[in-house]
């Protein structure tokens, strides 16, 4: 799992910097799915492989990984291992299979409790199951070179949960929904073992060499604020905790996405994240009253504005970095992934936007504090 070879030393550790509250240069970026099929190169690829098969297989992996990094040269600071949420399920003895124009779907989906017995596996080795992601992330941190970071992810446990229930995609999660409402201990129990294949799969993909993690409750503003509390909130927590502690001096930052949980972001800012990734809902000014500069902010312009053409990819943009601040505290990132048919060219522009706004505003923030300065000393 991990690698004899020492990585090659970091150039660019912005976003670490950020995680850890420290003072940056400008805001640093990245983007959500930014390997992924708004990109010819990508598309190319699937064509002559599975999309699973590509998560599978170290070297593709890491070609993917890659792709972004190489065509926005010197424009994203950090890359993220190019991999799926469902590696989980699948792991855990599910057959997930991607299926072109329509997404994710399991062929046989957990029914009611009593399939848990039936389909999962009791104990699930992250080393044999999942060696093909760690063996891609050591792969992709020996290719970067130190050019930029290396994220590695799951999804949360309520969200894997649901894919789980639903079989795939769903407007309603009304049968993930009916589990947690009819069978509540039975539900926690699935979230408990998903959980516990969470933790092993993290601290794995930081041993072979991830300098940050990120959870994706993707399906999280699904829930209310009391059922959050209830069903996400709890193994959100466990896992930044048992994460942390099984890494002890090798933990890295960890970042928190719950799309759509809105009224959870107090929460989230103190249970053991250093980021909180927020979606396009939230102002920077109520985002920052309610951390208080607890936790390192990340987003969150809407991925639909790159739809929208220079003028109002610049002023989103622009509105973003300034509004968040791009000196402590803040990444800048969409508020949720980048979509399939976004133009190269309209993420290229997003991106010299935040670096641009981003060290005017360093710039002037520094004026500021000279002219503050000699006022003092007049």
């Known amino acids: 799992m991990t690698d004899t070879i020492p990585f090659p030393p970091l150039k660019n550790d912005l976003i670490l910097r950020a995680a850890r509250g420290e003072k940056t240069e400008r805001a640093p970026v990245w983007v959500m799915r930014q390997a992924g099929r708004y990109l010819p190169e990508f598309r190319a690829e699937r064509v002559e492989n599975d999309f699973f098969k590509i998560c599978r297989t170290p070297e593709l992996a890491t070609k993917v990984t890659l792709q972004p990094i190489d065509r926005y040269d010197g424009l994203l600071d950090a890359s993220i291992i190019f991999s799926d949420i469902l590696v989980i399920p699948q792991a855990l003895g599910m057959t997930v299979e991607m299926v072109p124009g329509k997404g994710p779907h399991f062929p046989n989906p957990l029914v009611v409790p009593a399939d848990m017995a039936v389909q999962l596996k009791e104990k699930v080795d992250v080393n044999k199951e999942l060696k093909y992601v760690f063996d891609a992330i050591t792969m992709t941190r020996h290719a970067l070179d130190g050019r930029v970071p290396l994220i590695g992810f799951v999804g949360a446990p309520w969200t894997l949960m649901a894919y789980m229930i639903e079989g795939g995609g769903s407007k309603t999660l009304s049968k993930a929904k009916e589990w947690i409402f009819k069978h509540p201990k039975e539900s926690h129990e699935l979230l408990s073992r998903i959980t516990d294949v969470c933790v092993d799969f993290l601290v794995g993909q930081v041993h072979a060499g991830a300098q940050m993690l990120q959870v994706f409750e993707s399906w999280g503003g699904e829930l209310g604020p009391h059922d959050f509390e209830h069903f996400s909130l709890p193994y959100l927590a466990q896992i930044a905790k048992r994460v942390k502690t099984e890494l002890g001096e090798k933990a890295v930052p960890m970042c928190v996405f719950a799309k759509g949980s809105w009224y959870a972001i107090e929460r989230l800012s103190v249970i053991g994240y250093e980021i909180v ?41 622009t509105r973003m970095v300034r509004g968040f601040g791009s000196t402590r505290r803040y990444i800048a990132n969409l508020g949720h992934g980048i979509l399939p048919t976004v133009p190269v060219e309209a993420m290229e522009l997003f991106l010299k936007t935040v670096h641009r706004v981003g060290l005017e505003f360093a710039a002037e923030e520094k004026a500021a504090e000279m002219a503050n300065d000699i006022k003092i000393i007049g």
Do not use: C, F
């Not at 920077?284 to 504005?305: F, H, Y």
């Open 277 to 317: 990734s927020l979606d396009w809902t939230h102002t920077p000014e109520s985002a920052k009253a309610i951390t208080q500069g607890r936790v390192t902010l990340q987003g969150n312009m809407d991925p639909n504005v790159l739809y929208g053409g220079d003028e109002a990819i610049v002023a989103a943009a």
